[in-house]
């Protein structure tokens, strides 16, 4: 699933193209790219015809456009290979075209979802006010911000890492910890700030959480600038563009490839159904607990860590 820099991406483009147009037709050529709009396909271009777009909103990895329906907006899952395009009418189709909408506006053109892998789709939900949130889409209502959202408070991130009983890369890619960070920027991000993926949360001194908040931010940033990450066709912007900031991609991807801090060969290892990049040098793994008999006169052991170097 494409990450915050991505995503963004996206929505810049759709709220320059597609937000405060008129829609008159909507043709759903795969069902699957409507399951979750559970009402079905027919449902979904009925509700959608003759509204209007309004601005495209993010939050973390989820995309949406309200419409002038109140309190409705669609919804997008780009999943694994789900582009959302802007194209003039009458342009060829995409062989993996599953949904068209057609503008109403003299200008004319179409929003095309365009889906290889159909993981991803269009859905119609509710918007919510949520307190200090303003308005979600019901069905993302506990994502939390994002550390490029300015109302991302660091002080209860910071909280919240300590009093979780996790480890540093879980802990980012939680979307109601911290949302937009995925695979990619993680390892970017944690190579930035010389911590191990497996390092416990309980062991980030606010500095070093502050610290690394900081890599993350540096990091999607520079991505942004660049246009997002593309490894391959499936993530382009809605006008069919690559990203390019895998060739600035300092760990993600490079294994034995020298580390560009110390020269150390970058290392990969299997991590909840990923991978997970890093340098064995400047990110040294954390200290194991080891064990050590309690008391004279009491029963078995205890565990003792030591307090984990910077």
Known sequence: MPELPEVEVVRRGLERWASGRAITDVEVRHPRAVRRHTAGAADFAARLRGHRFGPARRRGKYLWLPLDDPGVCVLAHLGMSGQLLIQPAGAPDERHLRIRVTFADPAGG????????????LSLHRELVVPDSGALPDVI?????????????????HTALRRR?????????????????????????????????ERPTASLTRPRTTELLGHIRDVMNAALAAGGTSFDSLYVNVNGESGYFERSLDAYGREDEPCRRCGTPMRRRP???????????????????????????KAGTRNVSRRPGK
Not at 110 to 121: K, M
Not at 141 to 157: C, G, Q, S, T, Y
């Open 110 to 121: 179409e929003l095309r979802f365009v889906d290889q892998r159909t993981f991803g789709g």
């Open 141 to 157: 209502a506990h994502i939390a911000r994002d550390p490029l959202d300015p109302l991302f408070d660091e002080r209860a991130f």
């Open 165 to 197: 009983r996790t480890t540093v890369k879980r802990a980012l890619l939680d979307q109601s910890l911290i949302s937009g960070v995925g695979n990619i920027y993680a390892d970017e991000a944690l190579w930035r700030a010389r911590l191990h993926y």
């Open 271 to 297: 991590w909840m159904n990923r991978s997970s990049y890093y340098c064995p040098r400047c990110q040294p793994p954390p200290r194991p607990r080891r064990t050590v008999p309690v008391a004279p006169g």
